[in-house]
């Protein structure tokens, strides 16, 4: 059986793809690191062939299988990923508070109408003491401004803070999505290259298991035991093929899952075979990367806007009681009144009145633990950025270190692979020539070269995936999401 290959759809999607995200620009000039290293990704293809192409069912309306590819899963991520869309309507929250704060400093207007009745004893400014049934109306409208200034002034700046904040989460969280819905699509493409691979290493083990009990009529095996080594060999690769079967439910069910899919649907990948992709060179310098992904990090943007919003919210602590507040209402409209029911006298009206004055909490001393907890919150949030920082370079380091590894073992898992094809060449020749009357077929050493073809080929093909994902993990950690399209790539 003549294995070809086919190259993995998701290398065209990265192909050329500049390492370098957007910048948020207060961000990367206030820490003032230097300039990101720009990688560019070129595909790597190694020269053995890990798998054959698998028979796919044609989706039909009545079967519920549909082919899908990596730039399609994204796409669909994106466009209906539960996780994505909670995280842009906390964006849209934050955008409202912005709003809410940007109108503290404007008056509310009111329009409406008063009634007032009186039936018994009264008092007049003299303190005299009068019994009297009296009513009056009021009808007209006016605006009226209460104003904390300190809350006026810091409140906008801490919402759009906080807004910046939820939108760098909003990013953080596509990127971590998108990896998760790339690591899922490997997945699907490894069970059904493994599916291949387990196709072509049934019709070897059969094509034995043919050859041993033809050569035990013929009376040429060399043991009794010939046919039932390789009948054996048949049913564990056989039950080898129903758990990948049940490996391949699993995978189409979670990437479903992460695309809000019907669970039903089954998901086949277009790619046929698994080749590795190389994202960002493994020798790149770690420092380097380090750097870019401090600038890029949506995780390190977050941090440092939450951290700016709590030393906001400390300086209005600190400075918001030297603020005034300020009252003022004006009411214009008609007014009128008169005694025992009778309402007359309907006439204009108008008032203004206005207020500034300073407030000192609880004698002051609520004042200054408002300031002890906001400084506390502020400290708070400058060691979340600290942490931030060491949790975004170590992942930069686990994950190249983790590449590096993954690449290292490519080149022995084809090794693996071309010694084993060599191997099961050299004893099919031998085995099963069965030539002249002392010719004898020995199921055991094709079997044997069988058993080490299917574990090498399914060795390098747990490689290329693993690399492949570490790639991608790679690529995010460094902060830059997985694109569906790239501008170097567009015609």
């Known amino acids: 059986m003549r294995l070809r290959s086919s190259r993995l759809s998701v290398a065209t999607v990265f192909c050329a793809s500049p390492l370098v995200a957007q910048t948020p620009g207060e961000f990367a000039t206030e820490r003032g690191l230097p300039q990101p290293v720009v990688v560019r990704a070129a595909s790597l293809r190694l020269p053995t062939v890990l798998t054959a192409p698998a028979e796919k069912a044609e989706p039909t309306a009545k079967s519920n299988v549909h082919p899908i590819d990596l730039p399609t899963a994204l796409r669909l991520a994106n466009a209906s990923n539960p996780t994505i869309a909670m995280a842009q309507i906390r964006v849209r929250e934050s955008l409202a508070r912005v709003n809410l704060a940007d109108a503290l400093i404007l008056p509310n207007i009111s329009v409406g109408g008063t009634y007032f009745w009186h039936d018994g004893i009264d008092q007049n400014r003299r303190a005299d003491m009068f019994v009297i049934n009296r009513n009056n109306v009021f009808a007209g409208g006016g605006a009226g401004l209460r104003v904390d200034l300190a809350e006026a002034i810091y409140q906008p700046l801490v919402a759009r803070r906080m807004a910046d904040a939820e939108t760098a989460i909003a990013r953080a969280t596509n990127n971590n999505t998108q990896l998760d819905v790339a690591s899922a699509y490997f997945d699907l493409v490894h069970t059904h290259a493994l ?250 050493e094709p079997l044997t070269a069988v058993q080490a073809l299917n574990q090498a080929r399914m060795q390098l093909l747990a490689a290329t995936i693993e690399y492949n994902r570490a790639q991608v993990r790679l690529l995010t950690a460094v902060g830059t999401p997985i694109q569906q399209h790239n501008d170097a790539t567009k015609p």
């Open 195 to 444: 599916q291949a691979v387990n196709a072509d290493i049934i019709e070897k083990s059969e094509a034995i298991l043919k050859a041993a009990v033809a050569g035990e009529k013929a009376g040429l095996v060399r043991t009794a035991a010939d046919v039932n080594r390789a009948r054996t060999e048949v049913a564990l690769r056989r039950m080898e093929r129903e758990d990948i079967a049940g490996r391949q439910a699993t995978a189409s069910a979670r990437l479903a899952r992460l695309l809000l899919l019907e669970p039903a649907v089954t998901l086949l990948p277009l790619d046929e075979a698994a080749v590795p992709i190389e994202l960002i060179p493994t020798d790149s310098p770690v420092e380097a990367l380090i750097a870019q992904a401090v600038r890029s990090r949506p995780e390190m943007e977050a941090a440092y806007q939450q951290r700016e919003a709590a030393a906001t919210r400390a300086r209005q602590a600190r400075y918001g009681p030297l603020l005034p507040r300020v009252q003022a209402e004006y009411l214009g409209g008609g007014f009128g009144g008169g005694k025992d029911g009778v309402t007359s006298n309907l006439e204009g009206r108008s008032d203004l009145s206005a207020q500034v004055f300073w407030e000192l909490r609880g004698l002051g001393f609520g004042n200054l633990a408002d300031v002890r907890l906001r400084d506390a919150e502020r400290d708070r949030a400058t060691l979340v950025t600290v942490a931030a920082h060491a949790q975004v370079a170590a992942e930069v380091v686990e994950s190249l270190r983790v590449a590096t590894a993954r690449k290292a073992s490519l080149d022995e898992a084809n090794t693996a692979v071309k010694e084993a094809r060599e191997m099961y060449r050299k004893f099919s020749e031998t085995s099963f020539g069965m030539v002249g009357p002392r010719g004898q077929f020995d199921a055991l």
